[in-house]
């Protein structure tokens, strides 16, 4: 009680002082009072007002994403014990969803499959497909890829004129680059709703595509070698983002203790600390570091990695792999909190500023 | 490796602890407390071909990361880590061996940082235990083998030398008068 007094006191000061001075620290600071009262629809509220006006600051968005997580998780324990009273199909719905949307694939999955065994629904077969389709997204495993496909036909079977498990089918063959498949999956849409100008525009696309690709088997199977699906540009192909990455990676290389400071892309790297042939082979490290990482993240099932951390007689190597590259820093000794936040703060500018160019 | 096992496993958050031969054998396993608990969320390891797999992906991991930096003149890394999407998996290297352990998603890695590094201690202590118990019992004397080269010579016990029965005699004095 006294707590809250005292919270709603220091609110109604971070309110004024956010009407004199509408800044995102502003901003932050009181998002983080509501969220120590746990008013997690101010926190969204603030976070999203805050972002209107600052897109690009890593704080707010991180808060925005944390608050999320715990109302997703507060909601999810609501739902767990309704069901245990009155389960129906609304219900088990929600509660994978929440599971996908939080990255749980693992749980949503079992939870669709709890939800078929007991009550036997296409909706839930359909449900099934769905999470082993994200597994296969997540893990680009050949063998999750093959249990989708079959789950996706299954659920085809149990609702005959539904779209949505054709249009999962179209989404999984044309991700996997199986485009015979894809062209299949995109008639018998056609011929549910015969006209369709984008459905139409997309066969045309495919036809040409499914004339020189191979099998579904085929394709699960390079996905799971190259570790991308199909709709994802080569690396290679585009350029690192140095346009406001340089500045924040020679702040972080300046800090004590820092060694070097990385932000790798596909084939190229940008690099502060180490110079000339020194730079070229230490970024090459930490790009193979990175990519044998990744590799291995995913055949051991445990997903995208978030972090990579290398300790040893060099000091330490801590790399953070975002979606579209990632940044690592090398220092002496275990990174600081500081160094940290730089460098989660590096690799969401770098991801923002790709989006905003593409 | 009980002994060492254990305590990890008690840990909050621990879902499988492991002790694995650097080419990725299995050598001891042990299920994480909270895992036996709330049922493993993230995907399960229970069977031995599933372990053993587990076990060589992890160590085939440990070995590119050392292969990526060697070129840089960095020796082998004697921990690393790995935080993904739907767990983490932390490695570190023991003389002979490596120590992992696979968390649930959410745990922090610093967290587990002095329980390992004491599993470690314990791991390389048992392994020396094991080393002298070794030698102690090579060195006992053996009654029931074929004498020695030289049947005179007598083992001691301690198997620290032999004496030489010699029927040289030493003269008590020099003999100059």
């Given at each position: 009680m006294l707590?809250?007094?005292?919270?709603?006191?220091?609110?109604?000061?971070?309110?004024?002082?956010?009407?004199?001075?509408?800044?995102?620290?502003?901003?932050?600071?009181?998002?983080?009072?509501?969220?120590?009262?746990?008013?997690?629809?101010?926190?969204?509220?603030?976070?999203?007002?805050?972002?209107e006006v600052y897109p690009d600051n890593a704080e707010l968005k991180r808060l925005l994403a944390r608050a999320k997580q715990l109302s997703r998780e507060d909601r999810t324990r609501e739902l767990q014990a309704l069901l245990k009273s009155s389960p129906r199909p609304a219900l088990w719905r929600e509660l994978c969803q929440i599971h996908l949307d939080s990255g749980r694939v693992a749980r949503a999955e079992e939870v669709a499959d709890e939800w078929f065994f007991s009550?036997?629904?296409?909706?839930?077969?359909?449900?099934?497909?769905?999470?082993?389709?994200?597994?296969?997204?997540?893990?680009?495993?050949?063998?999750?890829?093959?249990?989708?496909?079959?789950?996706?036909?299954?659920?085809?079977?149990?609702?005959?004129?539904?779209?949505?498990?054709?249009?999962?089918?179209?989404?999984?063959?044309?991700?996997?680059?199986?485009?015979?498949?894809?062209?299949?999956?995109?008639?018998?849409?056609?011929?549910?709703?015969?006209?369709?100008?984008?459905?139409?525009?997309?066969?045309?696309?495919?036809?040409?595509?499914?004339?020189?690709?191979?099998?579904?088997?085929?394709?699960?199977?390079?996905?799971?070698?190259?570790?991308?699906l199909a709709d994802e540009d080569p690396e290679n192909d585009r350029r690192a983002t140095s346009g406001s990455v340089r500045p924040m990676l020679q702040d972080l290389a300046a800090q004590p203790g820092v060694r070097g400071a990385f932000y790798v892309r596909g084939g190229t790297a940008l690099v502060q600390?180490?110079?000339?042939?020194?730079?070229?082979?230490?970024?090459?490290?930490?790009?193979?570091?990175?990519?044998?990482?990744?590799?291995?993240?995913?055949?051991?099932?445990?997903?995208?990695?978030?972090?990579?951390?290398?300790?040893?007689?060099?000091?330490?190597?801590?790399?953070?792999?975002?979606?579209t590259g990632a940044s690592a820093v090398w220092t002496e000794k275990a990174p600081s909190n500081k160094q940290t936040n730089a460098l989660d703060e590096l690799t969401a500018t770098a991801q923002s500023n790709l989006e905003d160019r593409s | 490796m009980k002994d060492v096992l254990d305590p990890l496993t008690r840990l909050p958050g621990v879902r499988l602890a492991l002790i694995v031969s650097e080419d990725g054998v299995p050598i001891a396993s042990a299920k994480g407390e909270s895992s036996k608990s709330r049922g493993d969320e993230e995907g399960n390891t229970d069977s031995d071909e599933e372990l053993e797999a587990f076990c060589g992906l992890a160590a085939g991991w440990y070995d590119e990361v050392h292969r990526a930096v060697d070129p840089l003149s960095w020796d082998r890394p004697s921990s690393i880590s790995m935080r993904c999407a739907r767990g983490t998996l932390v490695m570190q290297s023991c003389e002979r061996a490596i120590l992992a352990v696979l968390l649930h998603r959410g745990v922090v890695v610093e967290e587990l940082r002095l329980p390992m590094g004491s599993a470690a201690a314990r791991l390389e202590r048992n392994r020396r235990r094991g080393v002298v118990q070794e030698t102690s019992s090579q060195a006992q004397p053996s009654t029931d083998g074929p004498p020695g080269l030289f049947p005179g010579v007598s083992q001691s016990p301690d198997g620290s030398g032999a004496d030489v029965n010699s029927t040289n005699e030493v003269p008590e004095t020099s003999g100059e008068r």
């Open positions: 707590k809250r007094i005292l919270t709603s006191g220091k609110a109604r000061t971070a309110v004024k002082r956010l009407s004199e001075d509408p800044s995102a620290r502003n901003y932050l600071l009181l998002g983080q009072l509501h969220a120590s009262a746990g008013k997690l629809g101010e926190v969204e509220r603030v976070c999203k007002e805050g972002l009550t036997n629904d296409a909706e839930a077969l359909l449900m099934r497909a769905t999470a082993r389709c994200e597994r296969f997204f997540a893990d680009r495993r050949r063998d999750d890829g093959r249990r989708a496909h079959d789950l996706i036909h299954e659920a085809i079977g149990a609702l005959p004129n539904d779209k949505r498990p054709l249009r999962l089918l179209l989404d999984l063959t044309s991700r996997a680059g199986a485009w015979q498949d894809a062209r299949s999956a995109i008639a018998r849409l056609l011929e549910l709703n015969p006209g369709d100008p984008a459905l139409e525009a997309r066969f045309r696309t495919v036809m040409a595509l499914a004339e020189r690709s191979g099998d579904l088997d085929h394709a699960l199977r390079a996905v799971e070698r190259s570790g991308r600390g180490p110079r000339g042939a020194t730079a070229e082979r230490t970024a090459r490290g930490v790009r193979e570091v990175i990519q044998a990482s990744r590799t291995a993240a995913r055949r051991l099932g445990l997903g995208q990695p978030e972090e990579i951390r290398c300790e040893g007689g060099f000091g330490t190597l801590l790399a953070r792999p975002g979606s | -």
